[in-house]
């Protein structure tokens, strides 16, 4: 799959960028790796990213993506690997969710979302259907972007629908009868750079080179995020227990 020829040319070109990243990316596995227990599930692997990091931790993970083109790739990446349970194509919001996957119905001890749930339009349901996936006592992690003030033209190439707060998200989870245990904000370095280039600037896409510069300067957000108690960022991460 290329560029020209995928049906997500936006969120291709995102993914492949951040790929790049690994310091981002090995912090922000740091942010939930340790509530990971069990069989894992991915909700959004996308061309795998993250899921090479868990795979590395020795985790079984089964990975998903509503993308066919994503699942195609994963496949050719994964396929074979003694880690990976399975590689299939999952739809948060397919009609009769229960009746599609019915072999999934509480099979997952820890199920993670990284930059998935602002693509979902019912979030609501999205959160219903991953109870019904997770076992009692079993983890939901959930990282997706935060400050709505911050949305902007560069949200809506990606397809985003929203941007989140900490309050919301639990009440969201809430809803849902999942008991939060633990809520933070993530990155608040990144807060100014998607300011200056998604604001101001008005960029369609995510330049390798500014991502680049940020994966350099890594060691000093993460400290400043330490510094300021995750009280801002530019995505929240939280993390829930089916109750």
């Known amino acids: 799959m290329n560029f020209a020829e995928t049906n997500d040319p936006v969120g291709l070109h995102t993914l492949e960028v951040v790929a790049n990243a690994g310091r981002f990316n090995h912090w922000m596995y740091e942010q939930f790796c340790h509530f990971l227990k069990g069989d894992v599930l991915e909700i959004g692997s996308g061309i795998g990213n993250i899921s090479k990091l868990v795979i590395e ?21 994964f396929l074979g690997n003694k880690n990976v349970r399975d590689i299939i194509q999952l739809d948060l919001l397919k009609n ?93 370095t990144g807060i100014a750079g998607w300011f200056l280039f998604g604001k101001i600037l008005r960029r369609k896409m995510l330049g390798s080179s500014e991502m680049s510069v940020f994966d350099r300067i890594v060691p000093m957000a993460k400290r400043l995020d330490k510094l300021i108690g995750r009280r801002a960022g530019l995505s929240i991460i939280v993390t829930a227990v089916k109750s």
Not at 58 to 68: E, K, P, R, V
């Open 57 to 77: 931790d020795g985790h079984f993970i089964t990975l998903s993506d509503y993308n066919g083109e994503y699942c195609s790739r994963l496949r050719q990446i």
């Open 96 to 188: 009769d969710f229960e009746k599609q996957y019915p072999a999934c119905q509480e099979k997952f001890d820890s199920i993670f979302l990284l930059n998935v749930i602002e693509h979902i339009k019912d979030d609501a349901l999205a959160l219903k259907n991953c109870r019904f996936l997770l076992k009692p006592g079993g983890h939901l992690i959930v990282l997706a972007p935060a400050m709505s003030w911050l949305y902007c033209r560069f949200d809506r190439q990606l397809g985003h629908h929203r941007r989140y707060s900490l309050k919301k998200m639990k009440q969201l989870l809430h809803v849902e009868n999942f008991i939060v245990s633990s809520a933070s904000y993530f990155n608040f």
